[in-house]
């Protein structure tokens, strides 16, 4: 299963997804609006709640009961293979507890436009903008507002060759959020193999025999994942993943420039069905860990606020190809 990367509370940088490749496998809108459409579909959706079983805060042993839910998925305007592509993400964090070192709830909600702006002889330039919010009260603290821009101008190498040079703000970044940074990246993608090495994302996807595939992925600063995946019969996947992200909000109570960040780290395993193009559906139990709360103004800058206990967790995902 996997798990989100953050909207986006990450650097951006969009990958051109290679064949075989799982057409929602990424980050979130801001890759996702960039990228080609491959079928006929106008739209694409990725939802994905988690429930943890009831814990508590190590910290002072406050009760705790983490419900996840996290949505994002892209609509493009027209019927071109490189459409103008509207992205969306809607993250809802229910705590579930009372402790006065915690919110009771967290929400990052965010809407980006990507479109292509000019493509010649294997040069190709596109732009994303965007807005969103995360904070722990709706649009209720006008700080919590942060924006989004991206440019990328990819060269065409070869056939499976790909160069990329990207400008990145991002508002909402664990890493220098208020300077816009530049990114670079090469990728190859072929049938079995898409690798992607640059900064701020690695990626890796890799089909070694034609029943398993492996996904692994990088973002700087902290997020990372990895994932297995077999093939039991046409139609059905058994798959494990491991997966490790970090998350900002602002919160009422905090001064400017200073936001509270969650770093969490998961292992889970499960089953996933697909059935084209009406059934997509994965289940999964796991198991949370390094479920950390930090205050401070990016990754240079976090001091410690609480720690909440390791607890195993069930979860559903579901993609939508309309």
């Known amino acids: 299963m996997i798990a ?41 959706t990725w939802d994905h709640p988690l429930e943890e079983n009831k814990g508590w805060i190590r910290n002072d042993g406050q009760s705790a009961h983490v419900f996840w839910y996290n949505s994002y998925g892209r609509i493009r305007l027209n019927r071109q ?9 809607v993250l809802y964090i229910d705590l579930g507890t009372h402790d006065p070192l915690l919110p009771t709830q ?6 980006v436009l990507g479109a292509p702006l000019w493509a010649s002889h294997g040069w190709r330039l596109g732009a994303i903008a965007g807005a969103g919010y995360a904070g722990n009260s709706p649009f209720g603290d006008t700080r919590a507002i942060y ?18 040079i990207t400008l990145d703000y991002n508002g909402h970044s664990a890493l220098l959020p208020d300077v816009p940074l530049p990114g670079f990246g090469w990728q190859y993608h072929s049938h079995a193999l898409c ?12 089909r070694p025999l034609p029943r398993w595939r492996l996904n692994a992925s990088y973002n ?3 997020d990372g994942s990895a994932m297995l995946r077999y093939r039991v019969v ?16 602002q919160l009422n109570a905090y001064p400017d420039n200073t936001r509270l960040f969650m770093q969490f780290s998961r292992l889970e395993a499960g089953l996933r069905v697909i059935h084209e193009p009406w059934v997509d559906i994965s289940v999964a139990v796991g198991y949370a860990f390094n479920q950390e709360f930090m205050r401070g103004f ?3 800058s976090l001091a410690p606020v609480a720690q909440m206990a390791n607890q195993p967790f069930v979860a559903l995902e579901i993609r939508g190809y309309w």
Do not use: C, K
């Open 298 to 300: 990016d990754i240079r």
């Open 147 to 164: 924006g989004m821009g991206h440019l990328q101008l990819t060269r065409t190498l070869s056939a499976h060759e790909f160069l990329y």
């Open 234 to 249: 046409h139609g059905l996947y058994a798959f494990g993943d491991f997966q490790n992200y970090l998350e900002g909000f």
């Open 4 to 44: 989100l990367r953050t909207l986006v509370a990450a650097l951006l940088f969009p990958i051109v997804l290679g064949a075989g490749v799982d057409p929602l496998w990424g980050d979130a809108p801001p890759l996702l609006t960039l990228n080609p459409w491959s079928t006929a579909a106008i739209a694409q």
């Open 81 to 89: 293979t490189y459409a103008p592509t509207l992205g969306y993400r």
């Open 220 to 222: 700087v600063p902290f």
């Open 106 to 111: 967290l929400t990052d909600q965010s809407l």
């Open 195 to 206: 690798g992607l090495a640059g900064f701020p994302t690695d990626s890796l996807q890799w």
